[in-house]
């Protein structure tokens, strides 16, 4: 009797620590990613004048994503990228981006997610000091998942936007002291429908910007954006990924003047995401983008094509 009181006190024990431990473990969960990339791109200014440029990303993150309880996590993370182009270098830039965020799950079933959170980010321009800026956001998502072959979920955000050295301007077009600052409220939702390894997801946004620049509300526009992506996996164990997405965008000025009345722009873009699992954590991409602007100014008219080859490792 004494020697079965013994082992199962050993066994309590062990599977104490083994509880431990993966609290532990769950407590302590760490995400890092890691990419090279290079590409060319037929149009970066966005403009009438198409001269393409070629260049290279490097890009890096960590995220703690620790589990506190069954309801309650969290998911902190730092992010930098660098991009470096060849020939018209006031486009390359640094950016960098710290977010934080508390994941909630108030059913126990986990169906259902709330995610409040902040980011700040900072877009450095080395060659080009007047489109450097800080970015301030505040946002809320949520995520819910009805059953095996469907989510949705969406997300709202406010970001304060302030430039470092670029001024803010008058109705006359006189330039003033004050540095000029965007105000965004972006509202977002998303359903995904999953049949077998196919998804099909269908995401709408829309947008308001205001700035404190007072020349013809130059900065002030109402945008909607609706996007389809269909994706796949392929090949033994899913080590091909595919996903395609086209988009349609269309931007409204408040008073920016285009041949007599406000500006509009109406953008349709496609993409396309490739992902080949080569080992355990690195993985092959390529990218490719087509952006086709069409608007009633013709600083809005311009076609840009992406093409980006990378090699990503993330554990």
Request: zero cysteines; proline letters at 2%; hydrophobic letters at 30%.
């Amino acid at each position: 009797m004494r020697s079965e009181r013994l082992f199962r006190r050993q066994i309590r024990k062990f599977a104490k620590l083994k509880l431990k431990e993966r609290r532990r473990a769950l407590l302590w969960k760490t995400k890092i990613s890691a990419s090279v990339a290079a590409g060319f791109e037929t149009n970066p200014l966005n403009d009438a004048l198409e001269k393409g440029d070629y260049f290279n990303e490097e890009s890096f993150s960590i995220n703690w994503v620790p589990t506190f309880s069954e309801q309650w996590g969290a998911d902190i993370g730092y992010r930098v990228t660098h991009q470096n182009y060849f020939e018209q270098t006031d486009l390359s830039t640094l950016d960098q981006a710290l977010t934080g965020s508390l994941k909630y799950y108030p059913w126990e079933d986990g169906k259902l997610l709330l995610q409040p959170g902040a980011e700040f980010e900072w877009l450095y321009y080395p060659k080009d000091d007047l489109s450097t800026y800080e970015d301030t956001k505040a946002f809320l998502k949520f995520k819910h998942y009805a059953g095996e072959k469907w989510n949705w979920g969406g997300k709202y955000e406010y970001s304060y936007k302030i430039y470092e050295a670029k001024r803010t301007r008058d109705e006359a077009k006189n330039t003033l002291q004050p540095a000029r600052a965007d105000y965004r409220n972006t509202a977002e939702l998303y359903i995904t429908r999953y049949i077998d390894k196919y998804s099909v997801k269908l995401r709408g946004k829309a947008y308001r910007n205001n700035s404190n620049d007072a020349y013809q509300k130059f900065y002030d526009y109402d945008a909607y954006r609706g996007y389809v992506t269909l994706s796949r996996s392929f090949l033994e164990e899913d080590k091909l990924y595919l996903s395609f997405t086209p988009n349609y965008e269309r931007k409204n000025y408040h008073r920016r003047d285009a041949e007599g009345t406000a500006r509009h722009d109406d953008i349709v873009e496609y993409k396309l995401d490739l992902y080949y699992t080569l080992k355990k954590y690195w993985t092959l991409t390529y990218n490719y983008a087509h952006k086709a602007s069409n608007s009633n100014a013709a600083g809005g008219e311009y076609t840009n094509i992406t093409n980006k080859v990378g090699l990503m490792v993330d554990f």
